[in-house]
């Protein structure tokens, strides 16, 4: 038996955890009382990458990094006083600082993600709980949104983790896709391609930070067909490889979150998001610590780690 990755044996070494977990629902539900459930941090303020899409370019300082030892105290102060469940590693490039993953997996051992774009070769953490790695299209779509042979060397580090790591290292990885204007018409290809040495899928929509940006697609019948053909195709392939649920994909058809740049049902209270500095970033983790920031526009959000928990009736 196997929940999101997660083995019989495993869920009972958790059983702890899961205590936390529903007693916050369960505050929720009842008393409405709003207690972070996940946590996400940029660890690092590098990336390899310069990629069309992506808001943490938008708002990134040259600043200095945190040390293992400031990362601890970060862990200690925002994560663990707040029994999160699950950390999701981000960046910039988070497998550039194998040192402070070491760290996060030592404090929380298989409940933490690595967002990469899969570029730089798939270290083998024990522990980990599993890779998210970005594709944004078909080769030739993904390289035209992440640079040249972008792709290319995503595709065979993927390969590689998954021949050199045994015979289960394919559950490991699971990809995450960001969907857009320019590549929303591959998703059906995408899923093939990556269905034999990936354990999941997931989907979220590009959530633009300017009115009019190009890359966003609009709500109406284009998008709206593409979220029905999504739901479609969860039938063909079994074992819920796509993981969205559908709840959350008819919320990807409209306005979910807010109104302009404010979150309105948007529960951005349920993710603690730290940047490399591990201050707290809002209003969400795609947003900024620092007020005079650019900020993400609320109205045309499809950030999946949010909608999801509108989806099963948490709001803001
Ligand atoms: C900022 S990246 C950091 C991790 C890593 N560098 C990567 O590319 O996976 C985290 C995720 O955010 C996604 N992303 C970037 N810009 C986005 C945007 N404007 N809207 C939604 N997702 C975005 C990326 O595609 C990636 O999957
Ligand atoms: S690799 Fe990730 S962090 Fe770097 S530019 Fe691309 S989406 Fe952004
Ligand atoms: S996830 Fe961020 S951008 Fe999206 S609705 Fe929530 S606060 Fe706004």
């Known amino acids: 038996m196997e929940i999101m990755g997660r083995g019989f044996k ?8 899961y205590i936390h977990i529903f007693s916050k629902f369960a505050g929720y539900r009842l008393l409405h009382k709003k207690s972070p459930l996940y946590g996400s941090a940029d660890i690092i303020n590098v990336c390899n990458l310069h ?6 370019w938008l708002n990134r300082k040259e600043n200095e990094e945190l040390t293992v030892e400031q990362w601890k105290k970060v862990i200690d102060e925002k994560f663990k006083k707040n029994h999160v469940f699950i950390i999701t590693l981000v960046g910039g490039e988070p497998t550039l ?3 402070v993953i070491e760290l996060f997996i ?3 051992p298989k409940r933490i993600c690595i967002v990469s774009n899969g570029t730089i070769p798939l270290k083998k953490f024990e522990n980990l709980y599993f890779y998210w790695i970005s594709i944004d299209g078909t080769k030739e779509i993904h390289n035209k949104i992440r ?4 792709w290319e060397r995503t595709r065979k580090n993927v390969l590689d983790y998954v021949t050199n ?3 289960k290292a394919w559950k490991d990885i699971w990809i995450t896709m960001t969907i ?3 590549n929303y018409k591959t998703v059906p290809d995408v899923i093939e391609e990556w269905y034999d040495y990936s354990n999941k899928i997931g989907f979220q929509f590009h959530t633009p930070f300017m009115k009019n940006d190009p890359l966003w697609l609009p709500f109406g019948p284009e998008r709206t067909a593409l979220v029905d053909k999504i739901i479609a195709m969860k039938e063909k392939y079994d074992d819920d490889y796509i993981i969205n649920p559908n709840s959350q994909l008819e919320l990807m058809k409209k306005n979910w979150g807010g109104k302009g740049t ?3 049902d948007c529960p951005t209270w349920a993710i603690i998001s730290v940047d490399h500095l591990g201050r707290e970033k809002q209003p969400c983790c795609i947003g900024s610590a620092e007020s005079k920031s650019m900020k993400p526009i609320c109205e045309e959000c499809g950030l999946g780690c949010y909608s999801v928990l509108v989806g099963y009736g948490m709001k803001g």
């Open 10 to 17: 495993q869920i009972i070494q958790e059983m702890p955890c």
């Open 51 to 56: 990629c069309e899409h992506c808001y943490w």
């Open 97 to 99: 600082r194998p040192d």
């Open 106 to 108: 030592k404090e929380f």
């Open 147 to 150: 640079g040249d042979q972008a």
């Open 165 to 167: 790591n045994g015979e």
């Open 180 to 182: 857009n204007s320019q």
């Open 262 to 264: 404010v979150p309105v």
